[in-house]
């Protein structure tokens, strides 16, 4: 099991920036492989949605429309952390952050995680 612990939200006026963190670890100091690690979020009201993600091999990036030119997702290989940049917020991009990641334990088990989730709220 790879648990995933998210931190950076809070609330920022219209225009400002953020950085969300997302830490990935195992149950009981175990290892595991990731694949990939993504960010999505949920409005109040509404579904949850795709923002970024990142291959962890080759560094590929995706993009939902709505945050490309102002989102920039990176990875730390060496510590399983994923970072949402975040900057020119919107009072739209107000919801829960969630983390996913994805990849193989040392049981050569998938595993699909996903963090507790954290609030961005932009003032407009």
């Known amino acids: 099991q790879v648990h995933l612990i998210e931190s950076g939200g809070g609330l920022v006026q219209a225009g400002g920036s953020l950085r969300l963190s997302c830490a990935a670890s195992g149950a009981s100091g175990r290892t595991f492989s990731v694949n990939a690690m993504a960010w999505f979020r949920q409005a109040a009201g509404k579904e949850r949605e795709f923002v970024a993600a990142?291959?962890?091999?080759?560094?590929?990036?995706h993009y939902a429309d709505s945050v490309k030119g102002r989102f920039t997702i990176s990875g730390d290989n060496a510590k399983n952390t994923v970072y949402l940049q975040m900057d020119s917020l919107k009072a739209e991009d107000t919801a829960v952050y969630y983390c996913?990641?994805?990849?193989?334990?040392?049981?050569?088990?998938?595993?699909?995680?996903w963090g507790q989730g954290t609030q961005v709220t932009v003032s407009s």
């Open positions: 990142i291959n962890w091999r080759g560094g590929a990036t």
């Open positions: 996913n990641s994805n990849g193989i334990d040392d049981d050569a088990d998938g595993f699909d995680s």
